[in-house]
């Protein structure tokens, strides 16, 4: 069955970088489009980025040009997503989600990793 | 300030109907699909509604989605008490080159 798991929580001080990943199994790593979305507490949900793992082509919302880096790792099934200089406001439950058709109907979502920055 | 309008809240009794408006403009919803999310209390969104009006396997039918221009709506005939979530449209906007979500629908069910 397809699952995305997704690492642990994190804790940052403002200023540092944190990674999050994303692990698929249960399909195809290289059919599916990888998104990146995340949700502030409280608040709604901001789309990041998006990975095609079959070339290792991403594109990201203009928001977070030059602080989001999406990479993919093809021998583990993984997607890995950085997010440097961290503020207070990035402080949020980050989302990996699969994308079958290009179309962003997102279908299977990781369980979310909640990063907290604070000082 | 989200791209695509919805209204903050809803209501409706168990088994009533009750309609989500999303409203967008010609480089969203005008000329790209809409897909809807749900989002139970402390857990990942679920996709319920794709292509418009397309229910994933699994999705009961009395979720159903419409498009007419540049808005959408999402429709729950029979509401139920598990209903109860936040809704979210979302689509592709060809002007910001990705994709875009309401601010969300927090559906209550009285």
């Known amino acids: 069955q397809v699952q995305v798991v997704q690492s642990g929580a994190e804790v940052k001080k403002p200023g540092a970088s944190m990674k999050v990943s994303c692990k698929a199994s249960g399909y195809t790593f290289t059919n599916y489009y990888i998104h990146w979305v995340r949700q502030a507490p409280g608040q709604g949900l901001e789309w990041m980025g998006i990975v095609n793992p079959s070339g290792d082509r991403t594109s990201y919302a203009q928001k977070f040009q030059g602080r989001v880096t999406m990479t993919r790792d093809t021998s583990t099934s993984t997607v890995y997503m950085e997010l440097s200089s961290l503020r207070s406001e990035d402080t949020a439950v980050y989302y990996c989600?699969?994308?079958?058709?290009?179309?962003?109907?997102?279908?299977?979502w990781g369980q979310g990793t909640l990063v907290t920055v604070s000082s | 300030q989200s791209v695509l309008t919805q209204p903050p809240s809803a209501s409706g009794t168990p088994g009533q109907r009750v309609t989500i408006s999303c409203s967008g403009s010609?480089?969203?919803?005008?000329?790209?699909?809409v897909n809807w999310y749900q989002q139970l209390p402390g857990t990942a969104p679920k996709l319920l509604i794709y292509?418009?009006?397309q229910r994933p396997s699994g999705v009961p039918d009395r979720f159903s989605g419409s498009k007419s221009g540049t808005s959408a709506s999402l429709a729950i005939s029979g509401l139920q008490s598990e209903d109860e979530a936040d809704y979210y449209c979302?689509?592709?906007?060809?002007?910001?080159?990705?994709?875009?979500f309401g601010g969300g629908t927090k559906l209550t069910v009285l």
């Open positions: 989600a699969r994308d079958p058709s290009g179309k962003f109907a997102l279908d299977y």
């Open positions: 292509r418009n009006n």
């Open positions: 979302a689509a592709w906007d060809d002007s910001l080159n990705g994709p875009v």
């Open positions: 010609s480089s969203n919803i005008g000329d790209n699909t």
